[in-house]
């Protein structure tokens, strides 16, 4: 059986500065608002790339296959639901 990680690529893009934007903790400098956290999270979930409200022109690329079993813990931000046997 084909690895999906190696058969396909589905990149997740995000602008370098959205990016450090929502490193914890989130702190809402201007131009970043709580609006901002809403617009960068839609983007992540429908695919896209939309431009930020603070450009850096330096886009990402983050690969999001990762096994359930190689999670240790997950930022507050995101939602992911384990297997019971995966919870620490």
Not at 42 to 65: M, N, R, W
């Amino acid at each position: 059986m084909d690895n999906p990680a190696l058969t396909s690529v589905n990149p997740l893009l995000i602008d370098l500065n959205d990016f450090q934007f929502l490193m914890p903790p989130i702190q809402y400098f201007p131009p970043y608002t709580e609006k901002s956290v809403d617009r960068i999270c839609t983007d992540l979930e429908k695919g896209q790339i939309c431009q930020s409200e603070f450009p850096s022109y330096v886009i990402q690329a983050h690969i999001p296959y990762i096994a359930p079993g190689d999670l240790v813990n997950v930022y507050p931000l995101f939602e992911i639901r384990l297997p019971q046997s995966h919870w620490l």
